[in-house]
């Protein structure tokens, strides 16, 4: 039998939907400016030494900045965080807005900043790999400082589409483009 033989069934793309996911502010700086960005896609991968794994689309700013700079912050967003705060990271490019002007966050001294609304904890992370795939960038990072203690329950995907009915822009490796209604069939 061909190990290579290409499988007969078919799904949606929706299935992908039960992998597990978090809601993640990454926090990100350039020459000029500090900027942060909301992601689902972030675990750790090993724990000698301390390592995560971060999935970002090279259109985002961030990933230029993160790409630059080879290092990032992570705040991991609790389920109290605002749906305000999502939205004024994740669906606005940080090219041209201070995506953090009306969210409350922390710069640290390697200048990088740190959400504090409702977030569970936080990491400080130097990269040390990535690997391209045709739209995203993974980037393995070292955690090289962090929280000292975790408060509240983190945030997943699914809350964040259940519970305060968000969407996914996008630059989203969940977004799936919604279906036109036609009004003449109603």
């Excluded at 965080?81 to 994740?90: F, H, K, W, Y």
């Excluded at 739209?135 to 962090?146: K, R």
Aim: with cysteine; hydrophobic share 35%; net charge positive.
């Amino acid at each position: 039998m061909n190990a290579h033989r290409r499988c007969l069934f078919f799904m949606k793309d929706e299935t992908l939907f039960n992998l597990s996911y978090g809601m993640y502010a990454i926090g990100v700086k350039n020459d000029k400016k500090v900027s942060a960005c909301i992601v689902n896609t972030v675990f750790q991968v090993t724990n000698t030494p301390n390592q995560i794994a971060l999935s970002m689309n090279r259109d985002n700013y961030s990933y230029e900045c993160i790409k630059k700079e080879g290092i990032f912050t992570v705040s991991v967003l609790s389920e109290d965080t605002s749906g305000a705060v999502i939205g004024a990271l994740g669906f606005n490019s940080g090219r041209d807005t201070d995506k953090l002007k009306n969210v409350r966050h922390k710069i640290l001294v390697e200048g990088l900043p740190v959400v504090k609304e409702n977030i569970c904890c936080w990491f400080l992370c130097k990269v040390v790999n990535s690997v391209d795939t045709p739209t995203h960038t993974i980037f393995i990072a070292e955690v090289v400082a962090g929280s000292d203690t975790s408060k509240g329950k983190p945030m997943t995907y699914d809350y964040y589409h259940k519970v305060i009915k968000g969407t996914a822009p996008k630059n989203a490796p969940t977004y799936r483009a919604t279906e036109a209604v036609d009004d003449h069939n109603e």
